[in-house]
């Protein structure tokens, strides 16, 4: 029976910005620092890990091989032949998968394979988001999408919102345990930076800022749109963090607006936080999120919260306390309480401490442990 202080925990998961990259690599790093070996298996190094040494810590990258015979290597069967790899070589405990596709497919049949030479490795999938709720629904996918989930020792989900659709759309009986996110307040923690908020904003503006990966469903035109209403209300700059498929849109609406000379486009920060600690106002207009990492990640640095009242929104933001919730599109609704709260030095204040109190709920230290107990219950089932 392996030590339950000393796990070796495989993390296979997205190496991107993107919300399960993210939570994966965190809980990763939190994992290592308490003692667990961790192997991460992606197909580069996730970048929240940074270019530093971490003890305890080891990548595996999957490296698809290009044959003229493939328009599309098969990443899938790489995948699955990294993970027979490092389970046996480095003797993992336990794979943690990270997003369904192609992730929990990949692992089942990994598990299969070990089977057939008679080794055993419980698998956990986590789902975040889109692996359900949009990429998952697909008909092509989704009888896949639902085994695979299926065959898992155990499912977890980021929100109760995540879980029900779960259910409600694939049909699934097996239980999924919610593990909400959760906030390092090692790292995201309001820092003093007078002189760095003064360098974007010498007139006393007020900052709000947006952080995403610039596909459709974030809406970043209705940050952009909410702004130039609070701009014509107050001075004010704008920070988009991050990137992706809208961004030249994105930089073609602010040119009609003539918002330029007041929108700052940052592109992709892996310092996220230093950005955060000098913001008014965050504001996530999203048609769909299934927990919202990057508005939690605001309000764990005293930031107030603007966002639509969807997804896993509702059970980290508290209308009317932490922020305000609005309808999809709603961006006279969304400017409206923007600009009173901006307004109202007492109330904003208030709303910073509130804020900050409901992300300490989802401190790392508070979630952590529900992961450590899963993964031993599921190594002490095959044990």
Do not use: W
Not at 198 to 221: C, G, L, M
């Amino acid at each position: 029976m392996p030590d339950k202080n000393k796990l070796n925990i495989g993390i296979v998961c997205y190496p991107t910005y993107g919300g399960s990259g993210v939570v994966a690599t965190e809980l990763g790093l939190a994992l290592a620092a308490k003692g667990h070996s961790i192997h991460f298996i992606s197909y580069r190094q996730p970048e929240r890990l940074g270019p530093h040494y971490h003890n305890n810590i080891s990548v595996h990258e999957v490296r698809p091989q290009n044959y003229p015979l493939f328009e599309f290597p098969p990443y899938e069967l790489t995948l699955i032949g990294k993970m027979l790899e490092v389970v046996k070589f480095e003797k993992l405990d336990v794979l943690h998968v990270h997003y369904a596709i192609p992730h929990a497919f990949s692992a089942y049949n990994a598990k299969l394979i070990l089977a057939s030479e008679g080794l055993k490795i419980p698998v956990i999938t986590t789902l975040h988001g889109t692996d359900v709720t949009l990429v998952g629904k697909d008909n092509s996918v989704a009888p896949v999408v639902k085994y695979s989930m299926e065959q898992s020792d155990y499912l977890t989900a980021v929100s109760e919102f995540l879980k029900e659709e779960t259910h409600q759309f694939f049909g699934i009986h097996k239980e999924i345990h919610v593990i909400p996110n959760f906030i390092d307040f090692d790292k995201f923690s309001k820092k003093q930076f007078a002189h760095f908020k003064t360098s974007i904003a010498p007139n006393d503006e007020k900052i709000i800022v947006h952080v995403s990966n610039f596909r459709k469903v974030k809406r970043v035109q209705d940050v952009i749109k909410t702004f130039a209403k609070i701009k014509a209300a107050m001075p004010a700059k704008l920070l988009l963090v991050g990137d992706g498929p809208e961004r030249s849109k994105m930089e073609a609406l602010c040119r009609e607006l003539n918002l330029c000379d007041h929108i700052r486009f940052i592109g992709k920060l892996s310092a996220v936080e230093d950005i955060l600690s000098i913001a008014d106002l965050f504001i996530l207009p999203s048609e769909t999120e299934s927990f919202g990492l990057a508005a939690l990640e605001a309000m764990a640095c005293e930031c107030p919260v603007i966002s639509t009242n969807v997804g896993g929104f509702p059970e980290i933001n508290i209308e009317g306390k932490t922020g305000y919730l609005t309808n999809i599109g709603d961006v006279e609704k969304m400017a409206e309480v923007s600009i009173n709260l901006l307004n109202n030095k007492e109330l904003h204040n208030q709303f910073r401490v509130n804020a900050f109190k409901r992300a300490q709920e989802f401190s790392l230290d508070k979630i952590l442990p529900f992961y450590e107990s899963l993964y031993l219950k599921a190594v002490e089932e095959i044990h």
